[in-house]
């Protein structure tokens, strides 16, 4: 199982390419940014609790981010933990993820959810009931703007374009691997099965090694080869058991979680997790 790191890249906290560069230089195998558009002020409770972090109003541009940290290393894999696709253009979203795929050369996994808060989404003009048919459908234009095709075409509810030319195209053939961050149950597993490459679960949220067995089933009953399934745990409890009882599992990574903090205390939560490495 490999071990990777979940951080948070804002104005308060390290920049990112450093961030990036110190992970690679202790050995992690991949490091994910999340990102929120903004924080509406009556954005309620979250997922993690009854008040949502302040940090939230204070996150860069995810792909901006990434970009700095694919410029400054050469091995790490980059993620998106999480990338709200709903609240984007699909056109320009393909865009931005192939060019972090080229400058990267093909090192960026795409980790995706629906989002929750439903004010950010309305401030985006996005449906909340419609976020998830919306995200299925901007994956499947995204899928043809990456297409090895000279000239591409696609027509949906959210988004159409005639035939296009769209450049540069992903390293990794027809995109990077597909992450869908969303709590478990019969549409998650629906929606892995139907159009992503895995799930991203995090964990303190979801019933993780209980609902393998039933995501198993559904991306097999949808044809899809069993052993292609990829499985990101997001936010792991790093003790030695619990990343044990992962990897008995079939969890093929984790993303350990860093303090959203100054350098100093980013550092020592990487260093931290450095010594799980060498077990």
């Given at each position: 199982m490999d071990i990777g790191l979940l951080a948070f890249p804002s104005d308060i906290t390290m920049h990112p390419a450093e961030l990036a560069r110190e992970a690679e230089d202790r050995g992690f195998e991949s490091i994910f940014y999340p990102e929120h558009s903004h924080l509406p002020v009556d954005s309620g409770p979250w997922p993690g609790g009854p008040v949502i972090p302040d940090h939230y109003a204070h996150g860069l541009d995810l792909f901006a981010?990434?970009?700095?940290?694919?410029?400054?290393?050469s091995r790490i894999k980059l993620g998106s933990g999480i990338c709200l696709v709903p609240q984007h253009d699909a056109i320009w979203l393909a865009r931005q993820v192939a060019t972090i795929d080229h400058l990267s050369n093909g090192r960026f996994v795409f980790g995706i959810g629906f989002g929750w808060n439903k004010p950010e989404l309305a401030n985006h003009g996005v449906v909340f009931a419609d976020r998830r048919d919306m995200t299925s459908e901007h994956i499947a234009a995204m899928r043809a703007l990456w297409a090895p095709d000279e000239i591409v075409s696609f027509e949906g509810r959210w988004t159409s374009f005639g035939p296009s030319r769209a450049f540069p195209k992903p390293v990794q053939p027809g995109g990077p691997p597909i992450l869908i961050a969303a709590g478990a149950g019969p549409k998650l597993r629906a929606a892995v099965a139907d159009y992503a490459d895995g799930w991203g679960p995090i964990q303190g949220r979801n019933?993780?090694?209980?609902?393998?067995?039933?995501?198993?089933?559904?991306?097999?009953?949808?044809?899809?080869?069993?052993?292609?399934?990829?499985?990101?745990?997001?936010?792991?409890?790093?003790?030695p058991a619990n990343l044990e009882a992962l990897e008995a599992a079939g969890v093929q990574r984790v993303g350990l979680g860093l303090p959203v903090a100054g350098r100093d205390k980013m550092l020592a939560g990487m260093d931290r997790h450095a010594a799980l490495l060498s077990r």
């Open positions: 981010a990434l970009g700095a940290a694919a410029a400054v290393t019933e993780i090694v209980p609902e393998l067995p039933a995501l198993r089933e559904a991306w097999a009953a949808a044809g899809r080869d069993p052993a292609a399934l990829q499985i990101t745990v997001f936010g792991a409890d790093p003790s």
